[in-house]
């Protein structure tokens, strides 16, 4: 089945059943501004919580001096790593990281000091007036040196965060035909709209409730318990309205400084960062330095690739390794190739820490492997579909870890769609400023604008992979309540924008035939949900809450089968009726569950990945894989540079729809993503110092800057995935931004080996 | 912090002189980032927006028989775009650059001059027709400061301590006038470089400014000298034969020249000063284009 974005009514007046668009909870709170997202909480009595962080990429602190802080009327609490109760170092995969940094500090904007104040701004001026003695030591700030020899260590016992070596087939094979190049990809910010909050409010039994915008509460939890030095019963988290997130929440921010605050000062504590300290304040996307060749038969045929990977890891591990694991054991793209062997490298620098980002790895990985798609196309004289269909994955083949890819792999059918999608009109004299490169800038008439088309395809795995116990954890229970039956889904899985809660509805409504499902507000008091990242909270926490909706089910047949003396296998519930096979119906479901409530939790797991093999890379590390392609049609004015994205179109498949305007609002927003690192989105980094922190000169897409979109959608289910579904999220995030370069490089004929290309790369000057 | 309100604009004057530490705020779209941003903390901001002849514009006789706009400091934006399109057409195209919709209905062209970034849109046009700042003091009265003395440096400019910006006199358009400005996004964006030309066939003149390329906003003296020239030399004023090519280019090459531009995380010196050329190039020939098809001044 294919939907065009636009053309499937949504459906308010549908049962809101899986595979229908009923609308979001959350939707008309947001668009109306009522919205309550965590920098508006509020707790009367509260004190306001600020950071004092370092000005130095790298600096051992001699001393710090708090007499200044401490004497500003209004201050209640001024706290450094000497009050850090537990051990001072979190980390999502590696403890690494300071709370409060104690001997060292490693980047710019690494938290020193905690204050506490009845007003922000008092908080803030007695925060400057902390004195750290620091002595400034060399830092490592170009990663491609960060493991040489004489380089300053930011760890022990070095720089390496990982290496990972892949190899297969003959890696030493020749072909006839071989190109080759140098990638650079910057550092992209999530930039999500809603900066870093949270509220903690001290408890009478000595634990800590906060109030936090995450994505993964009980990862969360579990650092901060080890940080505060408390068990799981005492640090009780729970989901604040979350503004976006896209990887940059997976890393703790206010969490244990908040609590440390308010345990300290027995006073709820809020903290909320601004937009400048937002850009200190979370992980980015790596930027990465990338080398790839192929080889091939003088048809294109692939017959071997060869690629280096480095990756910027910034100042702490973060999820740098699992990022190499991505680019690594994906980074060649949806291809087939026999002999293979590639280098993916994260290391330690003074840079700003990286870690998640929506693509995970796969992003930079596509901007080399597409561009030197197109480079091999030109070199056996194929047109750039036909490369990519030639070597294009299918279902059955084995990827380059030999993970045979077990369900749809339509590499081939994905392109054909967007190639066949109709092109925009070309442009016309006279066209509005806004529809030309430049916009009402006013630069062009329609002088120096050329167009160009680019393609790229991509495939990304789905949920956490190599051996990780990934798992979602959901609690579902029915009962009436005012005559009419109830259902609530109890799940802990982080609603961050993208629709889950609605999904969760959608899924209770179908498994249990009841019209009112109420979603209980996300908390610690659950099992975990797993991680809201690598597009797997529809499959994994969708997983669990149809498992918990069936455990229900369960116990209502059964219960509605002793009353009526018949088979539980020949009942079913539907709108509140139970029914028998020809679906007559039997009882009300109010007569079943009377006044009880039925309530069941289920775990679920999707099926083990594995480890790869340290020498070889070889293993079965992914569960799932999705596909998308992109085709970009820009107008570029070659004389100044300036870009026009006239259409961004796309093909994906996605298994099953849930929710099928989420799905392609998923895809509108993950190629708007894609394509503004292509062309605008960088963290500007000089020796270790960012020099744009701010939405005036980080610059994300506007409006005028996102073409109206054709979205292709496709549903070939995925066997061993809950109702099939395959995740969304990420893959149009990958194939977007290469298929824009490709583009913008065909309407200016020049090699553009950067992202994003900027005005100068397009000019040379 | 205090907040004046004058209700007009003697009492705004007074209000100056009286709080040396009060700041002005017509729009905040500055201001308000400056504050936020705790890059300024003054004792007072003393509002504009009450002063209704701040916010209006008339017509009235200029200097040389021409007619001339006053624009009140506090018009903001959109009214620009929506009521002056006609006879102030580079101001115009300017302020639809500016920021978003949100942006223009707030920001003003007195803010702009208040701020005097480099990187200020209004600034390019008020240099390219000419245009005189009027300022006022409740000591002194008021002055007049051609566009061309009012930017001293990198967001400094004349108007003294204890002075308000009442108007903006521009002379109403004798020519045809235009502007363009680069960003690396289609809309609200700064400046990477911007560029605005004014031809006065009237005085056989060509005006010019230049944004986001120097310390200060500047015009082009030796490009506007040379066209003039050269459309002189060649009887293009009265014949409005065609602008060659070449000519246009040694314009956009001359108006480069004239800058001095900086690199920084917006934009490369060489880039700014590449992009003038083109602008200049181009927007000339369009202006020139205009020029050869108004037909209803040449007859
Ligand atoms: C999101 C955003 C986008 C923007 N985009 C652009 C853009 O594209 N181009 C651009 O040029 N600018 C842009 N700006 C900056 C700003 O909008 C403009 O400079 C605008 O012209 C400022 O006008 P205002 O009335 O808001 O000034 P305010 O902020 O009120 O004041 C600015 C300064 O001028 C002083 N001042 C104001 N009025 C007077 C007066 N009558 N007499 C004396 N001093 C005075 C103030 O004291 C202050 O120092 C943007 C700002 C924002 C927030």
């Known amino acids: ?765 | 912090m205090d907040f004046l309100q004058p209700r007009s604009w003697a009492d705004a004057l007074a209000a100056r002189a009286e709080r040396p530490d009060a700041v002005p705020i017509a729009g905040g779209t500055d201001l308000m980032v400056d504050l936020n941003f705790d890059r300024r903390r003054p004792g007072a901001l003393l509002d504009l927006g009450r002063v209704a002849e701040l916010r209006e514009w008339s017509v009235g006789d200029g200097a040389g028989g021409g007619r001339t706009v006053r624009l009140g400091a506090g018009v903001p934006y959109a009214r620009i775009v929506d009521e002056l399109g006609d006879r102030l057409p580079g101001l115009a195209m300017a302020a639809r650059t500016v920021g978003s919709p949100q942006i223009r209905v707030r920001g003003t062209v007195g803010g702009n001059l208040g701020s005097a970034s480099p990187a200020g849109d209004a600034h390019p046009p008020l240099l390219a027709v000419g245009a005189v700042i009027e300022v006022e003091s409740a000591a002194r009265g008021a002055r007049r400061i051609p566009a061309a003395d009012f930017y001293t440096g990198v967001k400094r400019s004349a108007l003294a301590e204890d002075e308000l910006i009442a108007a903006v006199l521009l002379p109403e358009a004798a020519g045809p006038q235009q502007f363009c400005k680069v960003g690396t996004r289609n809309a609200m964006v700064i400046a990477v470089s911007a560029f605005a030309c004014a031809l006065h066939p009237d005085r056989k003149a060509v005006g010019t400014g230049i944004g986001s390329a120097a310390p200060t906003p500047r015009r082009a003296p030796e490009a506007e000298e040379f066209l003039a020239g050269e459309l002189d030399s060649a009887g293009l004023w009265d014949s409005r034969g065609e602008l060659p090519e070449t000519l246009a280019r040694a314009f956009g090459e001359r108006v480069a020249a004239a800058a001095s531009p900086i690199d920084d995380v917006r934009g490369s010196a060489a880039y700014r000063r590449h992009s003038l050329s083109v602008m200049a190039r181009r927007s000339v020939l369009w202006a020139w284009t205009q020029y050869q098809h108004d037909l209803r001044k040449a007859a």
């Not at chain 1, 040489?148 to 003959?170: C, F, I, K, T, W």
């Not at chain 1, 100042?315 to 990022?323: E, F, K, L, N, R």
């Not at chain 1, 969760?504 to 009112?516: P, S």
């Not at chain 1, 018949?566 to 679906?583: F, H, P, Q, Y």
């Open chain 1, 1 to 765: 089945m294919s939907t065009e974005a636009g053309t499937r009514t949504t459906a308010t007046s549908s049962p809101g059943r899986v595979g229908d668009s009923p609308l979001r909870p959350d939707g008309t709170l947001k668009v109306t501004g009522e919205f309550a997202y965590a920098s508006d909480l509020w707790h009367d009595d509260m004190v306001w919580g600020v950071t004092l962080r370092s000005p130095h990429p790298h600096a051992r602190i001699r001393g710090i001096d708090l007499t200044g802080a401490l004497t500003v009327p209004g201050v209640t609490a001024v706290l450094t790593a000497d009050d850090v109760p537990g051990e001072n170092a979190v980390g999502l995969e590696h403890a690494d990281q300071p709370v409060l940094a104690s001997e060292f500090v490693r980047y710019e904007g690494e938290p020193v000091a905690l204050v506490a104040a009845d007003h922000p701004e008092t908080a803030r001026r007695a925060a400057a007036r902390i004195r750290v003695d620091y002595e400034v030591l060399p830092a490592v700030t170009d990663p491609r040196r960060a493991m040489d020899e004489d380089a300053p260590a930011v760890h022990r016992p070095g720089n390496l965060v990982r290496h990972l070596r892949l190899r297969r087939g003959d890696p030493s094979v020749t072909a006839p035909v071989v190109v080759s190049l140098d990638v650079e990809v910057g550092m992209q910010d999530q930039a999500f709209l809603g900066p870093e909050s949270g509220l903690a409010v001290p408890a009478e039994d000595g634990g800590v409730d906060l109030y936090v915008a995450t994505q993964w509460l009980h990862v969360d939890q579990r650092q901060m318990c080890l940080a505060l030095g408390m068990p799981a019963d005492k640090v009780r988290l729970h989901l604040a309205g979350v503004g976006g997130a896209f990887g940059g929440r997976e890393d703790l921010s206010v969490h244990v400084h908040a609590c440390l605050l308010a345990l300290r000062t027995g006073r709820p504590v809020k903290m909320s960062y601004g937009r400048e300290e937002s850009f200190f304040g979370h992980v980015h996307r790596h930027p990465a330095w990338l080398t790839y060749e192929f080889g091939a038969e003088r048809d294109g045929t692939l017959v071997y690739a060869r690629a280096t990977v480095l990756l910027d890891g910034g100042a702490y591990a973060s999820s740098t390794a699992a990022v190499v694991g991505n680019a690594g054991t994906l980074g060649l793209g949806p291809y087939r190739i026999p002999n293979v062997a590639v280098d993916a490298y994260g290391v330690f620098t003074n840079n700003p820490p990286c870690g998640a980002m929506r693509g995970f790895g796969c992003v930079q990985a596509a901007f080399a492997h597409e561009a030197l798609m197109d480079e091999l196309a030109d070199a056996v004289e194929l047109d750039r579909v036909a490369i990519r269909q030639l070597n294009g994955m299918r279902e059955g083949d084995r990827n380059i870890t030999g993970q045979v890819i077990d369900s749809a792999a339509p590499v081939a059918e994905l392109l054909q769609i967007v190639s066949e999608l109709p092109l925009p009109p070309a442009r016309e004299d006279g066209a509005d400023l806004r529809s030309l490169p430049g916009s009402v800038g006013n630069t062009t008439h329609g002088e120096g604008v050329v167009r160009g088309i680019g393609y790229a395809v991509t495939y990304k795995n789905v949920a956490f992979s190599e051996g990780f116990d990934d798992y979602s954890t959901a609690r579902v229970r029915l009962e009436m309540t005012g005559g009419e039956a109830v259902a609530t889904v109890h799940t802990a899985a982080a609603e961050v924008g993208q629709g889950l809660i609605t999904v969760e509805q959608q899924i209770c409504r179908t498994e249990l035939g009841v019209e009112r499902v109420v979603v209980h507000p996300k908390d610690t008091t659950v099992g975990s949900g797993g991680s809201t990242s690598a597009s797997r909270q529809t499959y994994v926490t969708g997983g669990a809450v149809q498992a918990a909706c069936a455990a229900v089910r369960t116990v209502v047949l059964e219960r509605a089968a002793r009353i009526l003396d018949r088979a539980a296998a020949d009942l079913r519930l539907d709108g509140e009726k139970i029914v028998g096979a020809s679906g007559e119906v039997l009882t009300g479901l109010s007569d079943v569950l009377g006044e009880d409530a039925v309530e069941e939790t289920a775990e679920y797991r999707h099926r083990p990945t594995h480890a790869i093999d340290p020498q070889t890379g070889q293993g079965d590390a992914h569960v799932q894989f999705a596909f998308s392609a992109h085709r970009a049609v820009v107008d570029v004015d070659v004389e100044l540079g300036l870009v026009k994205v006239v259409a961004l179109d796309t093909a994906q498949d996605v298994g099953r729809a849930i929710n099928p305007d989420a799905v392609v609002g998923q895809i509108h927003g993950g190629s708007a993503q894609g394509m503004g690192l292509a062309l605008m989105e960088e963290i500007v980094v000089t020796d270790g110092h960012v020099r744009n922190p701010s939405f005036t000169d980080y610059l994300i897409p506007t409006i005028l800057d996102m073409p109206p979109m054709q979205v292709k959608v496709l549903e070939y289910a995925d066997p061993h995935a809950p109702y099939g579904v395959r995740g969304v999220g990420e893959p149009p995030t990958i194939s977007s931004g290469p298929a824009v370069a490709a583009a913008v490089r065909a309407a200016c004929g020049k090699p553009l080996r950067r992202v994003p290309i900027r005005p100068e790369h397009i000019t040379g000057t």
